[in-house]
Every structure is written in C-alpha cells, then in structure tokens.
C-alpha cells in the first residue's frame, strides 16, 4: 500500500495545533494518520470521514505506551497509533459519542506538570553551565582562546539562542494547557496551523542555517589563518610591523633566534599581530588588534588587564590623550602591563624585565599609527 506524507506544521508540544490538523485532512482529505514520528507524518488515503484525534501525555518515558494502557484506552474507544514524541501519544476514533481521553484532571496536571518540569531542568542546564564554562575559560587566562573561535562560538551561541526559544515557548504552552484543566475552559480552540506553520518554518531554517554555519566553520576553519605559525623576525623585512629594538630602551642586548611574530584573522577582530622579541633580560610582547568596533577594542583591553593583572598591583596609572588614545597600566612584581587604545585599535604591551612601559608610553604610542597589513605568502 502506498503511503501519503506531510511535513507536519507544528512542533511535538503544540498539542491542539496538531490535533486540528489530523482532523481536518481526515474530513477533507481522506488522510488517516498512520506515524508521526519526527518532523513528517505518513498517512493513508481513504474515504473523507470525521475523525477524532487527542494527544495524551504519558509521564513514562518511552517510545511506546505500556500495553496495559493501550488496552484500556481501547475499551473506551480509543485506537493507539503512534508517539508524536517519547512523552506524546497519538489515539484516535471516529466514534464522537465517547467521552473525552482524559477524565481525571488531577493526573493530567499531574502529567503535564512533569513534563513542564523536565524542559525547565533542561533548559537551566544547558544555560547555566555555558556561562560557567565561558567563564572559567576567562578568568582563567583563555580570553583569546574565545577572540580567535569567535564566529564557531557566535554560531554555536545563535544555535543556543534557538533552542532557548523552543523550549521556553514549550513550557509556556505546558502551562497553557494545564491552566485550561484547572479551569475545566475548552481544550478543543486551537490557532490556526497554516500560521503555525509558517512560524515553524522560519524557526526551522533559521535553525538549519546556523547549524550548516556550524559544520563549516567546524571543517573549514577559515576565520583563522596561521594559527600555528610563527615566523621568524629575521624572515620578515617589513617596516609595517609593530616592533622596537632594545636599543629604543637603552639595552645592547641582541634579540635572539626565538623573536619571532604570529598573526591570525578572525570574526570579530580583522587582523591580530603577536609579536614576542626576546633575548637575554629582554623581553617584550606586542599583541595588535584591528577590530570591529571600538566597544570590543576597549572590552579586549579590560579582559586584559583583569586576566593578567587583577592582584597584588605596585602601581597603576592611566591617561587620555587629546586625540581621544587611552592608556592604561598596571605593575605587579616583575612584570608590567600596558593597553593603548583608539578607537577600534588596541595594542596590550607586557614585559618581565627591567623596561618600565609607562616611562616609555611615548616610545609605543606611534606603533598605533602604523598601517597593518597581513604578510605576504611566501
């Protein structure tokens, strides 16, 4: 026998939406369900007829109802055809003089109230525990970690972003029903499943589209370039890039084999260059950022200074210019920090030896002023 399917316009817990549309293509179109797992329902074609179909909330998870149960929903009229989802069970007749599927309201709200309950913990966990862990990450030093994954983390957000909608708008619609029982109102109005429809379609592609962006930036990792590489400084002979030798400091030191420079792309900041020039008590690491905006130039320079200098502080200073370039430092034992930031440029400076960045502001503040270009492939 050939089957007919449908997408079925609705999702698991808008219950009186789907129970509308089964009714309405059995007496229109000759269309009895069969299954209706997932997101397509199988039917049967036959003779247009009325038809009644509920919807029953089985506090048992499974995929199955017991066959206790389907045998005493049978001696009261009602056929089992098959779970809309582990917690939904689909009967049907085509007898309207029989009473309602349920009878006790106090199981149904019972029933429904757990079913309320397991959405509410699921929701609560997923969104407890990505702040925690996005928070540990930071106050952990890992800020960059999340700058450099930045779009695979605002995909992976904008997917969360969407299930959060679904599962608050599932209990909400919990609720309604079990304030419909409570109340003994009509549980037979429903709203209009062509709108439904629609409303899921959108909800279905956005979606869909956030997890295909997912996928690909989970394969094809091209919002970061040369994540691993570091090059020499030596290898590079361009003006462009934002470094000082000792001698800017008054030290003869020669930077050593080890100097060299990393850069990457990424979502939310365009171009980074960390540069580390080392040598014998000489040490200086430049990172630059070119941002998106200048709130997250301004935010990367806060989460900066929190992560690497946020106790034990000797000195702290802090200075706007005219021309709107802000400065911030801060010293703590050996080590030294600064942040020049402008607009949506940001360099953070850090050195564990004796330069003293804050006397030698002056000598960095040109370094923003640089034009910044990726190097060329060799």
């Known amino acids: 026998m050939a089957y007919i399917r449908r997408l079925i316009p609705c999702a698991p817990y808008e219950i009186k939406i789907f129970e509308a549309w089964l009714e309405e293509l059995a007496e229109k179109e000759g269309l009895f369900l069969v299954s209706c797992r997932r997101a397509i329902a199988k039917f049967e074609k036959g003779t247009p007829k009325p038809m009644r179909y509920r919807v029953d909330a089985d506090p048992d998870r499974c995929w199955d109802p017991s066959q206790e149960r389907q045998q005493l929903y049978e001696e009261f009229g009602w056929k089992y055809i098959d779970n809309r989802s582990e917690h939904l069970v689909v009967y049907g007749t085509d007898d309207f003089s029989l009473p309602e599927l349920h009878t006790d309201a ?43 994954h930045s779009a695979l983390i605002s995909a992976f957000v904008l997917l969360l972003f969407f299930y959060f909608l679904d599962t608050t708008k599932e209990i909400r619609q919990l609720q309604k029903l079990k304030k419909q029982i409570f109340e003994e109102t009509d549980v037979t109005e429903t709203e209009d499943f062509h709108k439904a429809k629609r409303k899921l379609l959108l909800r279905t592609c956005c979606r869909i589209t956030a997890e295909v962006l997912l996928f690909l930036l989970l394969l094809s990792p091209f919002w970061i370039q040369n994540w691993n590489e570091r090059i020499p400084l030596s290898a590079q002979n361009s003006t462009e890039l934002p470094t000082l030798s000792p001698a800017a400091f008054g030290s003869h030191k020669t930077l050593s084999d080890s100097s060299y420079f990393s850069y990457y792309t990424s979502f939310l900041a365009p171009v980074q260059y960390e540069i580390f020039q080392i040598s014998d008590d000489f040490y200086l690491d430049t990172q630059y950022f070119q941002c998106q905006s200048e709130f997250l130039s301004e935010s990367i320079g806060k989460t900066y200074l929190m992560t690497e200098a946020d106790n034990n502080l000797n000195k702290t200073e802090t200075q706007t210019l005219a021309d709107g370039t802000k400065l911030e430092y801060r010293a703590k034992d050996f080590q030294n920090y600064l942040v020049i930031q402008k607009g949506s440029r940001i360099l953070l400076l850090k050195s564990y030896t004796e330069i003293d960045l804050w006397e030698n502001r002056e000598k960095f503040l040109p370094l923003l002023d640089k034009t910044y270009s990726l190097p060329e492939e060799t």
């Open 106 to 148: 106090e199981l149904q709200l019972e029933t429904l109230g757990k079913l309320q309950k397991k959405c509410l913990r699921r929701a609560l966990l997923v969104f407890c525990l990505f702040p925690l862990w996005l928070l540990l990450h930071i106050s952990a030093g890992n800020w960059l970690y999340w700058l450099h």
